[in-house]
């Protein structure tokens, strides 16, 4: 069925495109739509949906009539423009001027002047070159909205607050801790001068052997379906009709739409196969409470379900989501994701857009990107309603974000960043993160007047945070990098020492007096996306059972604090440690790690363990 349907397609756009390269005499022909690339696997079926929507207050008289006004009086390249989203590594501010595009991001890997250490300053820099650019171009005048990935926190930039990654977080079950680190993770992403988050990530992966599990707050629906209502409200606030997102409030985007956990393999970008009755049970996850709190906008999923991708399948797109779900906002797609479509390139899609794309992530592509849609407007190709659809959902996204004010009252309160109100949250989180998998003997917590020997990579807040932070793979950090963290380490040393003990640094576990006790921290290092995928769960370096067995055969208790981005296969080392911590990727603020291994001078918990597996821990390296 699909290769007929496939073949339909690219029959249709050949004969599409022979219609829409024309020698100069022939007038172009009004075009049908290209085919859909639905096929009955793949379609779905709003009445087996459960019912959200988004609050009247997104869609109020006032800002409807704002947009209409507004709208009446732009040229057809204007709403286009509204619909392309560019990266700042491909555009310049002064290409504004001429393009008349909607948007920018700066995506994982893109940073002022490609430095991805770049001070606080320089982003600010940025984002008002960028939208005084967009200001000065003649006709009618629309605000940019410039997204960024705060994934866990505002993680591109330097002394800002890095929390615990998803998975940490899905550990504690704790909504209002949710509510309160989208509050700070929006505060921080405003004083830089951006407008929007593409999270909260409602991924439920349901193979670790996904690079992007980490995301996830949990491997079933439950934890995101109480996280993503509470984490929209942190970020964007309580949508009013009579008043945009209050300052330091920023827009956020569920993503990535749908099922993007639930691929074959764990393969990243990849396939989904189940039932449309198993998808809703599993994968609809938190979008629902994220539509109803307000979620002003969607990513589409790269992922496909049955074979065909999401970017192009309307009955999701469309149907659904506009159907039952009831969203009012607007749907990005995901980088360059329209050209994994058949028939479509990274510059022309108009499938993407007819299934409901509103706005294309178009990185690098803009530029052709703009005029294929364009010149697809006026072929007929894009209805114009679609377009106009498109362009009503964003505006009504910008005036509800505040971008027609002019007042940006936190921009440039730099001070926000890694405030030690937000650096306390962190920590409160990190403490709450952390899951006991085993305390032989009660070695845990550890007396605060022992003598404490730290191994393994205790010092590297880079590690401990994970991918998306500071670049995209979270890789070439240095403790430099985070003026505003502090390391597991530097944690331990604090407290111990606090209680009169003694805590010394030792990579290797080698000593030259006996201690009582050892912690050994150890774990994965960072990775983003497709180059996370693996093939199995074990955890194949050797370094860090070899140090736990010589700790042992000396007599000495270890402690095992595992740094990883998903539950791994680690026997060895569960059996060759005394006490083991899941602590996952804590991000800036390790010293939330002593805060619950280090108790008491009487050995009594100061903080005792709170989380519990919200991920299955795997029996063997197959999961
Ligand atoms: C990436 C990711 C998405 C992210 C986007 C912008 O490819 O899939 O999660 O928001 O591009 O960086």
Redesign the pocket.
């Known amino acids: 069925m699909r290769k007929t349907a496939t073949a339909l397609v690219i029959t249709l756009m050949s004969s599409a495109c022979a219609v829409a390269m024309p020698s100069r005499s022939v007038p172009v022909q009004a075009m049908t739509a290209q085919a859909s690339i639905v096929t009955d696997a793949a379609r779905a079926h709003p009445g087996l949906w459960p019912r959200a929507a988004s609050p009247a207050a997104m869609t109020d008289r006032a800002t409807e009539a704002f947009v209409t006004e507004l709208m009446s009086r732009m040229t057809l390249e204007e709403k286009v423009g509204q619909t392309i989203q560019a990266d700042i590594g491909s555009i310049k501010p002064e290409d504004l001027l001429t393009y008349p595009l909607g948007s920018i991001?700066a995506?994982?890997n893109s940073s002022p002047g490609g430095d991805e250490r770049a001070s606080a300053d320089k982003w600010v820099e940025l984002a008002r070159a960028f939208r005084a650019a967009a200001a000065q171009r003649p006709g009618a005048k629309v605000p940019l909205i410039y997204g960024i990935?705060a994934v866990h926190g505002h993680n591109n930039i330097v002394g800002a607050t890095i929390f615990p990654h998803n998975i940490g977080l899905g550990a504690a079950r704790d909504p209002d801790l949710i509510r309160r680190i989208g509050e700070a993770t929006a505060l921080e992403v405003a004083v830089t001068g951006a407008d929007w988050t593409?999270g909260p990530?409602l991924a439920v992966p349901r193979d670790d052997r996904w690079g992007r599990a980490y995301e996830g707050y949990a491997e079933n629906p439950e934890v995101a379906q109480s996280y993503a209502g509470p984490m929209t409200l942190g970020l964007q606030g309580a949508l009013s009709a009579d008043h945009p997102l209050a300052a330091g409030h920023i827009a956020g985007s569920a993503?990535?739409f749908l099922a993007d956990g639930g691929t074959t393999g764990g393969k990243d970008q990849g396939d989904y196969a189940g039932s449309e009755q198993e998808m809703i049970r599993t994968h609809l996850s938190g979008y629902p409470q994220a539509i109803d709190a307000g979620v002003l906008s969607i990513?589409a999923s790269?992922s496909s379900w049955n074979g065909v991708k999401h970017s192009g399948n309307e009955t999701i797109l469309t149907d659904v989501l506009r159907g039952p779900l009831g969203f009012d906002g607007f749907v990005v797609s995901?980088?360059n994701a329209h050209g994994q479509l058949p028939g479509c390139s990274n510059e022309s899609c108009a499938l993407a857009f007819n299934a409901g794309i509103d706005m294309f992530?178009a990185p690098d592509s803009w530029k052709p990107l703009y005029a294929s849609t364009l010149a697809q407007v006026k072929s007929g190709e894009i209805p114009m309603a679609r377009l106009d659809e498109a362009v009503r959902r964003i505006l009504r996204v910008k005036v509800k974000t505040g971008l027609f004010n002019d007042s940006r009252p936190v921009e440039g309160h730099l001070n926000e960043l890694g405030s030690p109100a937000h650096r306390a949250l962190a920590r409160e989180a990190v403490r709450k993160s952390l899951v006991l998998l085993k305390n032989e003997g009660s070695v845990l917590p550890i007396r605060s007047g022992a003598r404490v020997l730290v191994a393994g990579h205790a010092d590297d807040i880079g590690q401990a945070s994970g991918g998306w932070t500071l670049t995209w793979q979270g890789t070439g950090n240095t403790n430099a990098d985070f003026p505003n963290g502090q390391s597991i380490w530097s944690g331990i040393r604090e407290a111990v020492t606090a209680g009169g003990g003694q805590a010394t640094l030792s990579a290797d576990g080698s000593f030259t007096q006996k201690p009582d006790v050892a912690i050994v921290v150890f774990g994965e290092t960072p990775y983003a996306?497709f180059q996370g995928d693996v093939d199995t769960l074990d955890f194949v370096p050797t370094e860090p059972l070899e140090t736990l067995k010589r700790l042992k055969a000396a007599g000495v208790p270890t402690v095992s604090v595992f740094l990883s981005g998903r539950p791994m296969w680690t026997n060895p080392e569960i059996n060759a440690s005394d006490a083991f911590v899941a602590a996952w990727l804590p991000g800036t603020e390790g010293a939330g790690v002593a805060d619950v291994l280090i108790g008491d001078q009487a050995g009594k918990p100061r903080n005792d363990f709170h989380g519990a597996l919200s991920f299955s821990w795997p029996k063997t390296a197959k999961g």
């Open positions: 991001l995506g994982g990935d593409f990530t993503k990535h990513m790269f995901d980088w992530m996306e």
